[in-house]
C-alpha cells in the first residue's frame, strides 16, 4: 500500500557534510559560468542605452508575468565549444531561452543575447534554439522570440552551419502548422536567412528606428547589383509596416514592443488553469546535497531520492522484492499522479522485466513517468548473458522508446552504458532531461575504459612477443582515465545539449513540477492546426 517513506538517512555524518561541501561548491561553479554569460552580456550597456535600448536579459524580464515561475532551459549551451579554456569560455550560445508566463499563458521564449557579439549565431546556439523550438512543439507553447542578430559570424563560417540552419525556419513554419502561435519582436537587424524569422511568425512587432529586416544589406546588394540603397528603404520598420506589410504592430521603442506583445499573448485566450496545492515532502530537500557520493561507485538508496521529491513523502513500490536493484514506485509530484524508474545497481534480467511491466502500466494509466538514473548499466557476465540480458535489456528499450505518456529523466548520478539508454538518456527523446551538478554520462568508467585498453594493448604485444612497458601502459592508462572524466562531467555535456541544463538538487521537486504542468496544459489544450503555417499576407 502506499506509504510515508521512513528514511534512514543521517544528514548530520560526516560523510553527508562532507558531500554537501562538495555539491555546494559544484553548485557555486555552475552560477558563475551562468554569471559569466550575464554579465558578458551586461558590459553592452552603454551601448544599449545609447541607442535608448533594453539589454535582452531586460527584455526578458519585462515580457514574463513578475512573480510568476521562469524555467530557464540549456544555460550551459556551448561550454568549452567556444574556448577550450574554462576560465574563458562563456556558455549560453548566445541566446536566453526558458519556459515562463506571459500575460498569464505558459510560453516559450527565447532572446537574440545582442549584448554578446551583437548577438551573432554561435554554432551551439542553433542547437539550443531548434532544442527549445522542440520542446514548444511537444508541449504546444506559444513561442516567442526577441531578434537581435548580426546573423552568422562570416569569419567563422561552416557550411553545415548553413544547411542546418534551414532547420530553424522549417521549424516555425512547423509550429504555425501545428496550430501553435509564433511571434517575433524585432529589436534589431534580421539579415538574410534571419530575415526569415518574422518571415515565418504569425504575428511581427517592430521598433521605429531600429528593426531591420532584410535579405541583402547595402554592402551584400552594392556587392551583388550596384543598387545604392539605405537600410530603412531596405528593411527599415516604418517601411515593413506601412509598404511591405511584413510587420504587423510598430512600436516606438523595446518597451513598447514588449508591451504590445503582452497585449497579443492575452489575446490569444490561452490562460492556465490553477493548479490545487499539494502537501510537501515530509522529509528536507536540503538532504538532495548530500545523498550522492562524488564517487559513483558508492551505494546510495533512490528510494531517499524519491521520498524528497513527491506529496508527502508517501510511495507505492511496484515489485519491490523483484528486480530488487531496479525501483519502480508510484507517487504525486505537486497533485500529479507519476511513476519513477531509478537504479540501485545495475540493471540485471529480473530488473529489466520490471521496468519494462511497469512503464507499460504506467501508460494504461496515463501517468508521466520520471526517471532518476543513477546506473553503471546492463549487467555483464556469463550468468547475465546466459539468462538473456540482451533480449530483456531491449524488452525495456522497446518500451521506453514507444512509451505513450510524457517521460522526464533527471540524471542524478551515474548514466553508464546502455543504462543511458534504458534509463531514457537523450537519445531516447525524453520530454525534459535535467542533470545534478555531479552526474556523470559515459559508455562506461574512466578507469573500466582504460583497464579494457590496456588489457587489449598488453594482450596485442604479447602476441608479437613483445613485452609491456609498465610506464608507457600507465601513462597510457592515466591519459584515457582523464579523457574520459573530463568528457563524462555535467557541465561538459550540458555544454553539448546532451540535457537541458544542470539544476541545483534542492529544486528538483519545483523544476518536476512545472515540467508535469506544462505537459499537462499541452494535453489539455486545443489546437487548431492547419495544413499549412500562417501566410504573412
Known amino acids: 500500500m502506499t506509504a510515508v517513506f521512513t528514511s534512514r538517512f543521517n544528514p548530520g555524518s560526516a560523510e553527508a557534510t562532507q558531500r554537501r561541501a562538495a555539491l555546494q561548491a559544484r553548485l557555486h561553479a555552475l552560477r558563475a559560468l551562468e554569471e559569466r554569460a550575464a554579465a558578458a552580456s551586461a558590459r553592452s550597456l552603454p551601448q544599449f542605452e545609447k541607442r535608448g535600448q533594453l539589454l535582452p536579459r531586460q527584455r526578458v524580464a519585462l515580457l514574463l508575468d513578475a512573480g510568476a515561475p521562469w524555467l530557464p532551459l540549456c544555460t550551459l549551451a556551448g561550454y568549452l ?44 546556439g542553433l542547437e539550443k534554439i531548434l532544442r527549445v523550438q522542440e520542446i514548444a512543439l511537444q508541449n504546444r507553447l506559444p513561442f516567442i522570440h526577441l531578434v537581435e542578430s548580426a546573423g552568422a559570424n562570416l569569419m567563422r563560417y561552416r557550411v553545415e552551419g548553413f544547411v542546418h540552419g534551414g532547420t530553424l525556419f522549417r521549424n516555425l513554419a512547423r509550429l504555425s502548422a501545428a496550430g501553435i502561435p509564433v511571434m517575433t519582436v524585432q529589436h534589431g537587424s534580421g539579415t538574410a536567412g534571419g530575415a526569415y524569422m518574422p518571415g515565418l511568425s504569425d504575428v511581427v512587432i517592430m521598433v521605429q528606428g531600429r528593426s531591420r529586416a532584410f535579405l541583402a544589406g547595402p ?70 546535497l548530500s545523498l550522492m557520493s562524488a564517487d559513483l561507485r558508492q551505494p546510495v538508496d533512490m528510494r531517499e531520492v524519491m521520498a524528497r521529491l513527491v506529496d508527502g513523502s508517501e ?107 534504458g534509463m531514457c538518456g ?89 515540467c508535469l504542468d506544462t505537459c499537462a496544459d499541452a494535453q489539455a489544450r486545443t489546437l487548431r492546426p492547419l495544413s499549412f503555417g500562417v501566410a504573412r499576407m
Request: aromatic share 6%.
Open 81 to 124: 565549444q567556444d574556448v577550450k579554456d574554462p576560465e574563458k569560455s562563456v556558455p549560453g550560445g548566445g541566446m536566453v531561452a526558458g519556459i515562463g508566463f506571459v500575460s498569464g499563458v505558459r510560453c516559450m521564449v527565447v532572446a537574440s543575447d545582442s549584448g554578446i557579439e551583437a548577438g551573432a549565431i554561435q554554432p551551439m
Open 315 to 421: 510511495l507505492l513500490e511496484f515489485k519491490a522484492r523483484y528486480g530488487m536493484a531496479t525501483l519502480c514506485a508510484q507517487g504525486h509530484i505537486q497533485g500529479h499522479a507519476v511513476g519513477f524508474i531509478s537504479n540501485n545497481g545495475p540493471i540485471d534480467v529480473a530488473g529489466a522485466n520490471k521496468a519494462t511491466h511497469f512503464i507499460q502500466w504506467m501508460c494504461q494509466l496515463g501517468h508521466p513517468i520520471i526517471y532518476l538514473q543513477n546506473t553503471t548499466g546492463y549487467m555483464v557476465g556469463k550468468d547475465s548473458e546466459q539468462g538473456g540480458m540482451i533480449k530483456h535489456g531491449s524488452k525495456m528499450i522497446q518500451a521506453v522508446t514507444n512509451a505513450t505518456v510524457p517521460q522526464i529523466t533527471i540524471q542524478c548520478g551515474a548514466s553508464f552504458g546502455a543504462g543511458n539508454y
Open 219 to 288: 554592402p551584400l546588394l552594392m556587392a551583388a547589383t550596384g543598387e545604392i540603397a539605405t537600410e530603412e528603404e531596405l528593411g527599415g520598420a516604418e517601411m515593413h509596416t506601412s509598404v511591405s506589410g511584413l510587420g504587423e504592430y510598430l512600436a516606438q521603442d523595446d518597451r513598447e514592443a514588449i508591451g504590445l506583445a503582452r497585449d497579443v499573448v492575452a489575446q490569444l485566450g490561452w490562460n492556465t488553469a490553477p493548479r490545487p496545492s499539494a502537501p510537501a515532502p515530509l522529509l528536507p530537500a536540503d538532504d538532495l
Open 426 to 514: 537523450r537519445g531516447y527523446a525524453p520530454r525534459f532531461l535535467f542533470s545534478w551538478p555531479g552526474a556523470k554520462t559515459a559508455v562506461m568508467g574512466g578507469e573500466q575504459a582504460a583497464r579494457t585498453m590496456q588489457i587489449v594493448t598488453e594482450a596485442a604485444l604479447t602476441r608479437k612477443g613483445l613485452t609491456p612497458d609498465p610506464a608507457e601502459s600507465q601513462a597510457q592508462f592515466d591519459k584515457i582515465v582523464a579523457m574520459f572524466e573530463a568528457q563524462a562531467d555535467a557541465f561538459y555535456t550540458s555544454g553539448l545539449l546532451l540535457d537541458d541544463g544542470v539544476i541545483d538538487p534542492r529544486d528538483t521537486r519545483a523544476v518536476l513540477a512545472f
